[in-house]
Every structure is written in C-alpha cells, then in structure tokens.
T-cell receptor
C-alpha cells in the first residue's frame, strides 16, 4: 500500500535488538498495527497502538508512535532466530470501513545465529 | 479456541472460471474482512462485512463479490478469473467495531 511505507530488509544478530520502522500518511488513522508473517502462513497480530498513545510495551515488543512525523516503530528486544519473518505495519482508516486495514509492503527480518 | 479458518488451503483454476473461498471467524466475532496478497506485497483490502452487511469495499472490480451468513461465516466469490487474480486470499475477523483483526492462514489461488 503506497500510503504506508516500510524498509524492505533488516538483518540482525541473535540477541541484539531489532527496530523496524514505518511511516504512514493518514492523520485520521485510529489504530496502528504490527503483524508478523512466516513463510506459507497468514498474518499473526503482534501488537497494536491507539493513535492517542505514544508508546506501548508488551514483553519483548515496544511500539513507539510519533504522530507529528507519522512514524511508527517496532522494537524487538533480544531477537531470536524464531523472529525471522516479514513484519507488516498497518493502519485503520476512517472512510473505507471501520476496520479496513492499509498495509505496508513489509520488512523482511533476518536473524543470524 | 479455534482461530480463523479458511478453506480450501490451495486451489488451482484456469482463466475464465469462477471460484468460491470460505471463511469461518473466531467464535463470537461478528465482522469478517477479505484481503488479497500478491507475492512480495502487503495485503490489499477487498471487502468488510459486519452483522451480515457490507461495511466497506476496496478498489476491486465487480468480478469480486462476498457475503456473510447468519452464523457470521463468509464467502468470497470471484468470477471470470484472470491470471492476475493469482494470490493469497486472507480472511480476518474481529469482535466489534474497533477491535483488532485476526487473520486466517489464507487460500492460495493459482490461475493457469
């Protein structure tokens, strides 16, 4: 989706932190999401943040939202080889249905042992 | 509890044929949405249904249609299949108006 942009690829070493970035364009977005997709599988909801929040932490995951710059990031602490997957940022927009999501093209995370 | 289930998992069709994909939402979820994911891209929104009514439609031709049944399951129909319809078709469900969407594993449709 051209309205949500992500870098294509990120490589980290096992045990390091990973930071995946996303920019969106719609200031009326209500929720912003991070999904994980492993090969041959559907999308797994990792976490989400409401647009009036700045930060959300859930175990190894930290989401930061900068509304002024329309920037969203996902930090994965102590990255493991099982975290290797494609990560999608998504926003829910008003006007296209309450729960219609617009996705970025995904960031492929490669974790090296 | 069972997650979102989709059937079939894989399907091969030829150009011009018709296809029906099925989705059962998580128990208690009343909303179902359909997405198309072409290889190497993020999912694209096709339809959203809530309480059996269409609540949103993405930028897809009229060859694509859907419906939701009284038990909240849903079907996606695609007529006059084109090569470009080859994709992973994902179904997602959510409970109410603002809850996040949970996805199934998808139906991989190949058009020959």
């Amino acid at each position: 989706g051209e309205d949500v942009e992500q870098s294509l690829f990120l490589s980290v070493r096992e045990g390091d932190s990973s930071v995946i970035n996303c920019t969106y364009t719609d200031s009326s977005s209500t929720y912003l999401y991070w999904y994980k997709q492993e090969p041959g599988a559907g999308l797994q909801l990792l976490t989400y943040i409401f647009s009036n929040m700045d930060m959300k932490q859930d175990q190894r995951l930290t989401v930061l939202l900068n509304k002024k710059d329309k920037h969203l990031s996902l930090r994965i602490a102590d990255t493991q080889t099982g975290d290797s997957a494609i990560y999608f940022c998504a926003e829910s927009k008003k006007g296209t249905g309450r729960r219609a999501l617009t996705f970025g093209s995904g960031t492929r995370l490669q974790v090296q042992p | 509890d069972a997650g979102v289930t989709q059937s079939p998992t894989h399907l091969i069709k030829t150009r011009g044929q018709h296809v029906t994909l099925r989705c059962s939402p998580i128990s208690g979820h009343k909303s179902v949405s359909w997405y198309q994911q072409v290889l190497g891209q993020g999912p694209q929104f096709i339809f959203q249904y809530y309480e059996k009514e269409e609540r949103g439609r993405g930028n897809f031709p009229d060859r694509f249609s859907a419906r939701q049944f009284p038990n909240y399951s849903s079907e996606l129909n695609v007529n006059a299949l084109l090569l470009g319809d080859s994709a992973l078709y994902l179904c997602a469900s959510s409970h109410g108006e603002v809850e996040p969407q949970h996805f199934g594993d998808g139906t991989r449709l190949s058009i020959l």
